[in-house]
């Protein structure tokens, strides 16, 4: 798959008990975006994202990542491309060392043993990680835990990366290092969150849901300076982009 | 609370010890496994009036408690917090055993004291070899092991969660009844009732997060079993460990070491 292209056509899902979350959902990612999914909670942020993997099937319209449509044949493949990121690392970080995590999805694909261990040292190096390879993943602070469970996804050597709430939880400067090293990575990346001073970083396009649909997509500049539009999805001008309180320049 | 919260954190540090190198800490897990369960058969299997026969047998944990380089304190402390436990249990014999078995002098040893003593000492070399086992192993070391020797996967996989998991459950649980133990007053809301519906919401929440590790585990190729990727190789020390180990429990088992170095101790000092 040499495009890494995120195409959704018309996504429908109510789940089990019909509540509908996702009502006709279309956009299309292309080959290095970096794209924010923003919106207000429960807007449907994070079951969009379940559906990037195949881990929700759609009730309605399509999901196609590279050049094929989502189906029960090119799930594994699909999985392998689309690296997911969780918003809590503790459900993402299963085994009981750190090293053994992030060779899980690996193993998994079937790789020998010394590419498993090279590329388990690369991804740890990446993230700064390596001194904690041996450690089990409840000793780790949230910072690093963070950046582990992006280790544990980057091994598998995914086209796209796809984050719920990256910076959930994270001190200032932990934030900090996450979005520098996010800047570094040259993946398709798909980033759902609230930290709308990290959108304006990193991203240089952002799509607006509300209510289950898409109610903006375009220039994350223009989107952010249309007070109105942010207003109407629950969400609110990033700090950066607002005056000085102290000044009212 | 704290004490449960603390006790749970301890664990962590048996593992830590796991993580060190030493000529104990680099034998192949399957042989410690192996080592460490014929040490508890046959420590069980002694007689329960033979309290010298036990004796040679802490030549074992006593062994690899240098060899393995781990600090004697800290399993010393362990033993005496779990020792409630087996003192409980061991305390009866005394009462319902009360036939004579030695007299020393004028004071007449029961049959009971005896085998209060032998569980005592048992108690002490059997948790021992299991914490000392932990301490060199590693608990995903000794999974390992057990599934290779033919313990069936679900098992070892449901082992390797329950360790990792079992520090966030209590977690959970521990935040749970903070919470509510700072909205209860003198004794309102401590009761059975919020109690129950505090462990319901606690397993809805366990469900949940079930849900979402088998989420990140399918997300990574999961297709039903779990590889580990650590190279097992029997070599020549473990050889020399196995059979050492287990030629001593024997000869431990069948002669009384005890009896016959005191016997020759006797001959000697004539």
């Known amino acids: 798959m040499s495009h890494h292209i995120v195409e959704v056509r018309d996504l429908r899902y109510s789940y089990p008990d019909r509540t509908p979350a996702l009502q006709g959902i279309t956009f299309r990612i292309h080959h290095g975006e970096s794209v924010a999914v923003v919106g207000a909670n429960g807007a449907g942020k994070s079951t969009l994202l379940q559906h990037l993997n195949g881990y929700l099937s759609p009730t309605e319209g399509q999901v196609r990542v590279g050049d094929a449509p989502l189906t029960r044949e090119t799930l594994h493949e699909v999985r392998r491309t689309v690296g997911m990121v969780f918003q809590d690392p503790d459900d993402q970080l299963f085994m009981a060392t750190v090293g053994d995590d992030v060779a899980f999805g690996p193993l998994n694909l079937g790789l020998p043993l010394d590419e498993v261990n090279r590329r388990v040292e690369e991804a740890l190096i990446t993230v700064d990680a390596l001194h904690l390879r041996d450690r089990p993943p409840y000793r780790l602070s949230g910072g690093q835990k963070r950046r582990v469970a992006i280790a544990s996804v980057l091994s598998m050597m995914p086209d796209i990366l796809v984050m719920d709430e990256p910076t959930a939880g994270l001190d200032p400067r932990a934030r900090r290092q996450l979005i520098g090293l996010l800047h570094t990575f040259a993946h398709t990346k798909i980033i759902a969150t609230h930290d709308l001073d990290l959108v304006l970083d990193l991203c240089e396009r952002t799509i607006v849901i509300h209510q289950g649909k898409v109610k903006a997509d375009g220039p994350t500049r223009e989107i952010f300076a249309n007070e109105t539009l942010l207003a109407q999805s629950h969400l609110e001008k990033p700090l950066s982009m607002q005056g000085c309180p102290v000044c009212n320049s | ?270």
């Open chain 2, 1 to 270: 609370m704290a004490g449960i919260e603390s006790a749970f954190y301890d664990i962590s540090r048996l593992d830590s010890m796991a993580g060190q190198r030493s000529l104990i800490h680099d034998l192949d897990p399957r042989i410690k496994v192996v080592a460490t369960m014929c040490f508890i058969i046959t420590v069980v299997s002694v007689d329960r009036y033979a309290v010298s026969h036990l004796l040679p047998f802490f030549l074992f944990p006593l062994l690899i408690l240098a060899g393995a380089n781990l600090p004697a304190i800290y399993f010393a402390r362990k033993l005496l917090i779990l020792s409630p436990l087996v003192l409980f249990i061991a305390i009866f014999n005394p009462l319902l055993d009360r036939t004579v078995m030695v007299q020393i002098g004028p004071l007449a040893v029961s049959g009971g004291w005896i085998s209060f003593c032998s569980i005592i000492l048992r108690f002490v070399l059997t948790v021992s070899a299991a914490l000392l086992l932990i301490a060199t192993t590693g608990f995903t070391g000794i999974c390992m092991a057990l599934e290779r020797l033919g313990m069936p996967r679900v098992f070892a996989v449901q082992l390797l969660f329950l360790y990792r998991y079992i520090f966030v459950l209590v977690d959970e649980g521990v935040r749970m009844s903070r919470a509510r133990a700072l909205r209860s007053f003198s004794g309102r809301g401590l009761g059975l009732g919020v109690f129950s519906s505090l462990v319901g919401s606690l397993l809805i929440r366990t469900l949940d997060r079930a849900q979402r590790i088998h989420m990140a585990m399918l997300c990574r190729g999961f297709r039903g079993d779990i590889r580990i990727s650590r190279p097992l190789a029997i070599g020549r020390n473990e050889f020399f460990f196995l059979a050492g180990s287990v030629l001593f429990f024997l000869l431990a088992r069948l002669v009384n070491i005890s009896l016959l170095l005191g016997n020759f101790f006797i001959e000697a000092v004539r």
